[in-house]
């Protein structure tokens, strides 16, 4: 006899005690990418990707959920940072569709690959702050997948508003200070033999 | 003092019995897409949305995973029908990448939406199935999102093979009975207003 049961995406239980020594509102884009980029080299010493995002109340300022890429320890192709901070909020929030709730924000230390941005693409968030470009990530071995060249536009034109390059070096500083794994690359994938 | 718990995306309970009355081995494509479609058909009648998918091990033909649209009961907008599947099949594999343990297949009643094309890319799921075309969802006023117009050569290029247009009919005709809720449509979106 065969369970599904329900599915488990782990987040780190040390992001309870980062929450607690990090602020609780912050109101500029600048502030919440600096501490994005801080939370992602603590998701390095901690065994995660080089990669950290958070989602915000536009308007209050609020921390809403933070996100790290926990792909390896989670043991979850979907635990890239987007998602968790994403999945969070509408864990927190008990609907699919943030926009209900308010204005939210995704704050993210690199561009979103094509994984992260048909995800939130159906959440409702309403504004995509990036750090990192998608060539840095690329730069140390990263794959961002296949995605529309106008993905930017493809965004704007659904209301969401999207910022580039904040902190861009700070979030390459992060990134290629990674010595871990490359994990699901173009040619670990290829190299597999596939019926 | 805030709390991030592990994120939980439910998994429908009526599946076990499901799982009880079915197959648990189908060998040919048409056999786990007729079962994929039926699915959609209880899905539909359990108050979830038109759409069902599966992950079968390539080899074997063993069902690994079912996956249901559970995005309205289960307040997620993750939890398409694909994504349902694949990540159950992480959970049940306890890895994030697919390829390391066998060949495995996602058959889907439809054509993935950019979010559950963006997911598959990194599970390491070695072939796709499809039955209706995606032009099938939109005619009822489901949105595929922005996607890249050669996906199918982009996942082939990857390693991953595509089959379109399974039992494309009966597909079809799952998705002209639905009555529900046409959720996060791109109207829907647009009409909120965003600071």
């Known amino acids: 006899m065969r369970h599904w049961n329900d599915i488990v995406l782990s987040v780190p239980v040390w992001l309870e005690t980062w929450g607690q020594l990090n602020p609780d509102r912050l109101t500029e884009k600048q502030q919440r990418m600096a501490l994005v980029i801080e939370l992602a080299k603590k998701n390095l010493e901690q065994g995660g990707g080089p990669f950290a995002a958070a989602v915000f109340n536009r308007d209050t300022g609020d921390l809403i959920a933070p996100g790290v890429n926990w792909v390896v320890p989670g043991k979850s192709s979907l635990l890239h940072a987007e998602i968790m ?18 204005s939210f924000e995704l704050v993210t230390s690199v561009e979103p690959c094509c994984q992260c941005l048909g995800v939130l693409m159906w959440t409702g968030v309403s504004s995509l702050v990036c750090g990192a470009y998608s060539e840095d990530a690329e730069a140390i071995g990263f794959e961002e997948g296949p995605r529309l060249p106008d993905w930017e536009q493809k965004l704007m034109r659904r ?21 871990g794994e490359i994990y699901n690359s173009c040619l670990g994938v290829n190299d597999l033999n596939r019926s």
């Open 85 to 102: 901070a994403l999945a969070l909020t509408e864990q927190i929030l008990g609907d699919y569709e943030m926009a209900k709730h308010g």
């Open 159 to 179: 209301g969401i508003d999207v910022t580039r390059g904040v902190m861009r070096s700070n979030a390459i500083a992060i990134l290629q200070s990674y010595r």
